[in-house]
Nanobody, 122 residues
Framework: QEQLVESGGGLVQAGGSLRLSCAAS????????MDWFRQAPGKEREFVAS????????YYADSVKGRFTISRDNAKNTVNLQMNSLTAEDTAVYYC???????????????WGKGTLVTVSS
């Protein structure tokens, strides 16, 4: 059974850093573009970052560009999100998602994790 499990969320002060990880199982990981989305309270889920199957093509939302770094390890079936210079606006549940087509649209993801909460205190 296909499964994505996020970890690494927590409470951090503004200006701090967190590293999120997502472990995949039950799917051929290297076939999927991997994405991170987030959903803040009262807001719609939004795209954060995407990494291609080989890791050679990466996209970021403008709001996180220069502060967040996405990476993947196909040997370990994991995708990570290094988050630096966090602000209160980054507070959200962060979701890992797998997408065969690389659409970066939440409606087109093939698999989702259950999310991990990131809270940034100001």
């Amino acid at each position: 059974q296909e499964q994505l499990v996020e970890s690494g969320g927590g409470l951090v002060q503004a200006g701090g850093s967190l590293r999120l990880s997502c472990a995949a199982s039950g799917l051929t990981f290297s076939r999927y573009v991997m994405d991170w989305f987030r959903q803040a309270p009262g807001k719609e889920r939004e795209f954060v970052a995407s990494i291609s199957r080989s890791g050679g093509v990466i996209y970021y939302a403008d709001s996180v560009k220069g502060r967040f770094t996405i990476s993947r390890d196909n040997a370990k079936n994991t995708v990570n999100l290094q988050m630096n210079s966090l602000t209160a606006e980054d507070t959200a549940v962060y979701y890992c998602a797998a997408d065969l087509n690389g659409s970066r649209k939440s409606t087109n993801m093939d698999y989702w994790g259950k999310g991990t909460l990131v809270t940034v205190s100001s």
